[in-house]
């Protein structure tokens, strides 16, 4: 079984926020709600660096493990959904994630928070009939054999989705064509010191 | 003469700078040429940008953003990766959760062990009949509803953190949804209410629990358990003044943690919630253990001390044996006390004797 999986490269991402907008329009995510954001460090600076996130897909996922109601579940291919119906807007997901995937649309007195809301992978989720799935969750592309519309789109194709083996040999590809001495993440002269194996800020 | 010699020299110079450029372009194509097929690590190199150093690093995983700091979410203040919400999870997961069920499991079993080999605190000498006013109605009111909602919060809090393991597999979706709905707007609504009436009984209250010298003994003893005779007791013996103060100072803490959890809308910082979700729970399991010892002390474990906080009196003879100090006090008092009236208006006047 495949697993499923984003990977953002940030060697290539221009901060041009398709992947943002395509996702809204995909899946019409409720105002307020972003499901994929774009994030830049050092803004300005000659080491900026943009990447896009959103759910990240866990394995062993921070919010299914606090979840006290069991609305956050693991599909076989690694996909984490959510189901709108058990969730009861306590926001322990959103204290436990470490990408800041789950949002509420409200945040209102006595923890009034509404239904949580993230990124399905555009895989839609637990519904009754197609309509239900789309109104609730959005689009479920993984049905129709497409990937994710914010990966689909990605102009300069640093957004990568589909089965974490082949996004791994895409990106293993570029990094040999780009040719560093020291993976693709880093061309940092440092790079022995900091023996950090994700580095999604490192470019080199 | 002169203008052609001028223009002859400008002639010059344009060609050398057509000459120039051509060389340029020369060698720009051949550099193009070059890129797509083989790599060139020195050419990337010179316009990549410099590394993102570990001090970097480490200030994004903790979460905090800086000024040049970007995110195209609207009002988010998220960094790319927060670290503190899988500690969180760990704190919450591996020990609050084993703790709170270490704690009421255990305190459950201590009582059942205590009561089996101990048994009820029996009154030494028989009931005399005549009754002392012990709680009056209003402090009856005060305390039951605290009481009441005290259990309210922590079996809907109990839910919260034990329910998926232990009745989630009970349920369909549709109940456990409907049950757990409840249950999360029961305690956030209540939670407030709670907080009101615990600042009020605590007030009421007050009086009774200032720490007196004898206090101490009585703690030596054991309230009893230890040694012969009743060691001296006002109107609350040290156990109760503890118990008040352990209100007065976890329960407050887990009052003002809770409101932090409620209230979303000022804009706490997760790690905030984090933080105030742990106190929250480790205060809550804490006081439910030490109130399921109130509550057996109350009840089944003392003869003759429930009817005081149902009905207000207290026989003579349990007043002599639990709080002999205040039965001093209040002797004179026995007659105003108008048992007979207090009996009447009992409804369980036909509770076992002894």
């Known amino acids: 079984m495949a697993t499923m999986k984003f990977m953002c490269d940030a060697e290539r991402c221009i901060e041009c926020n398709g992947c943002v907008t395509a996702c809204k329009n995909a899946n019409e995510v409720e105002w307020g709600i972003q499901r994929r954001r774009v994030v830049t460090l050092d803004d300005g600076e000659p080491s900026e660096v943009s990447i896009s ?23 076989d291919d690694g996909i984490v959904l959510h189901d709108k119906d058990l969730c009861i807007g306590c926001g322990y997901c959103l204290y436990a994630c470490p990408f800041g995937a789950p949002q509420f649309p409200q945040q ?61 040999d895409i990106f293993r590809q570029r990094v040999v064509r780009r040719g560093h001495e020291d993976g693709g993440w880093s061309g940092n002269p440092r790079a022995d010191a900091d023996s950090l194996a994700y580095d999604a800020t490192q470019q080199g | 003469m002169s203008i052609a010699m001028r223009d002859s020299w400008r002639l010059a110079l344009t060609a050398l700078l057509v000459a120039l450029m051509l060389v340029a372009l020369g060698q720009q194509a051949r ?37 040049n700091f970007r995110d195209s979410r609207a009002e988010s203040t998220y960094n790319l990766i927060n670290a503190s919400g899988e500690t969180w999870r760990q704190i919450r997961d591996r020990w609050v959760s084993p703790f709170g069920a270490i704690a009421i499991l255990g305190m459950l079993a201590v009582l059942l062990v205590f009561y089996l080999v101990v048994g009820r605190q029996r009154l030494d000498e028989p009931r005399t009949g005549r009754k002392l006013l012990r709680w009056p109605v209003l402090d009856r009111a005060l305390h039951w509803s605290v009481a009441s909602l005290f259990i309210l919060l922590g079996l809907t809090g109990l839910l919260l953190l034990y329910g998926k393991a232990l009745l989630r597999p009970v349920f369909g979706d549709g109940a456990w949804a409907g049950l757990m ?45 230890v040694g012969k005779g009743h060691p001296d007791a006002g109107f609350a013996n040290a156990g109760e003044k503890l118990w008040y103060w352990l209100l007065a100072s976890v329960g407050l803490v887990v009052v003002v943690s ?17 933080w105030a979700n742990v106190i929250h729970a480790l205060g809550a399991l804490g006081l439910t253990a030490v ?6 002390i109350g ?53 076992p004797p002894g």
């Open chain 2, 181 to 225: 709905t409840g249950t999360k707007t029961l305690h956030n609504y209540l939670g407030p209410l709670f907080a009101i009436m615990l600042l009020l009984v605590l007030a009421r209250f007050l009086r009774h629990n200032l720490p007196k010298r004898h206090d101490l003994e009585w703690l030596r003893q054991g309230g009893g358990m």
């Open chain 1, 53 to 75: 996130v959103a759910c990240m897909h866990c394995d062993d996922a921070p919010c299914i493990a606090v979840c006290p109601t069991e609305t956050l579940y693991q599909r």
């Open chain 2, 291 to 296: 109130a399921l010892g109130h509550i057996y």
């Open chain 2, 258 to 274: 809770g409101l932090v959890l409620d209230f979303p809308n000022f804009d706490q910082a997760r790690d905030t919630m984090q």
């Open chain 2, 31 to 67: 550099a193009q040429d070059a890129t797509p097929g083989e790599a060139n690590p020195g050419q990337e190199a010179a316009f990549a940008v410099p590394a993102v150093d570990a001090d970097a690093w480490r200030q994004i995983r903790s979460g905090e953003t800086d000024a």
């Open chain 1, 108 to 168: 209102s007195a006595f923890g009034e928070r509404g239904k949580m809301d993230k990124c399905t992978f555009c895989a839609g989720g637990p519904a009754d009939s197609k309509e239900e799935e789309y109104a609730k969750y959005g689009a479920n592309r993984i049905d129709e054999g497409k990937l994710p519309l914010c990966a689909e789109m990605c102009s300069t194709k640093a957004l990568l989705a589909g089965d974490a083996q082949e996004i791994a």
């Open chain 2, 299 to 351: 009840t089944i474990g003392t003869e003759g001390v429930l009817e005081g906080m149902t009905h207000g009196y207290v026989d003579e003879s349990w007043a002599r044996q639990h709080h002999n100090l205040w039965y001093e006090e209040v002797k004179g008092k026995t007659d105003e006390a108008a048992p007979e009236e207090e009996k009447s208006d009992a409804p369980s006047a036909s509770r």
